[in-house]
């Protein structure tokens, strides 16, 4: 078995990476961004966006103090490209993903990291 197929979806068999998944499907964004929309710890939140990083899934850009995270859909593999699709695609549904959406709206990365940097 082709060992990036299986590094992929061991990425994607995680429930806050594919919440990751879904709020980078509407926008760029920065860790503390992530952060503040999962409740999850610094170490926690770097450490998915690492195996996603790892995986092929995501592209990062330093931008001054931040480093800014968007989905590998444009110039990933074929593979990547169409499970980032599906993933956009699904998932609405769930309530997670719901609330998710909804705080991401809110997220203002000036605020957040300028209170608790």
Do not use: Q
Not at 38 to 64: E, F, Q
Not at 78 to 85: E, K, Q, T, V, Y
Not at 97 to 108: E, G
């Amino acid at each position: 078995m082709n060992r990036e197929y299986v590094n992929i979806f061991k990425a994607l068999s995680d429930p806050n990476r594919l919440r990751i998944v879904k709020m980078l499907a509407e926008r760029e964004l920065c860790m503390c961004e992530i952060r503040e929309v999962l409740d999850l710890s610094n170490s926690t939140v770097s450490k998915h966006l690492t195996i996603l990083r790892d995986a092929g899934l995501l592209l990062d850009t330093k931008d001054g103090k931040w480093v800014n995270f968007r989905l590998n859909d444009k110039s990933g593999p074929g593979s990547i490209r169409s499970l980032i699709g599906l993933i956009r695609k699904s998932f609405d549904d769930d309530e997670a993903i719901r609330k998710d959406a909804v705080k991401l709206r809110r997220v203002n990365r000036r605020h957040i990291c300028n209170i608790k940097s």
